[in-house]
């Protein structure tokens, strides 16, 4: 079964940045796409940014693109979400989550991690 584990969430000032991590192990052939998403409290579970392990392909929801960048590591089995430019309203947590396709569908995602708060403050 694939496991997930995120971790690099914390307290980060207005315009700071924040690199997250996503550890994935027991991943298959099937397995072949990892996905950030987040989630505020009152707010639906919201999709930011996929990557696929073969190739590297990316897919960003638009209004992420230019300031949060995936990217992985085939050899350490890790999935980066670099973000810039942070504002009070990218507070949430934050979980990667692991699927065959790479799909803006929640519900496209079998295995997903427990999630790291990002919290944006002064």
């Known amino acids: 079964q694939v496991q997930l584990v995120e971790s690099g969430g914390g307290l980060v000032q207005p315009g700071g940045s924040l690199r997250l991590s996503c550890e994935v192990s027991g991943r298959t052939y099937d397995d072949s796409s990892v996905a950030w998403f987040r989630q505020s409290p009152g707010k639906e579970r919201e999709f930011v940014a996929a990557i696929r392990w073969i190739g590297g392909r990316t897919l960003y929801e638009g209004s992420f693109e230019g300031r949060f960048t995936i990217s992985r590591d085939n050899f350490k089995n890790t999935v980066w979400l670099q973000m810039s430019s942070l504002k009070p309203e990218d507070s949430a947590v934050y979980s990667c989550?692991?699927?065959?396709?790479?799909?803006?569908?929640?519900?496209?995602?079998?295995?997903w991690g427990r999630g790291t708060q990002v919290t944006v403050s002064s």
């Open positions: 989550a692991s699927g065959t396709y790479m799909r803006r569908n929640s519900d496209d995602y079998r295995y």
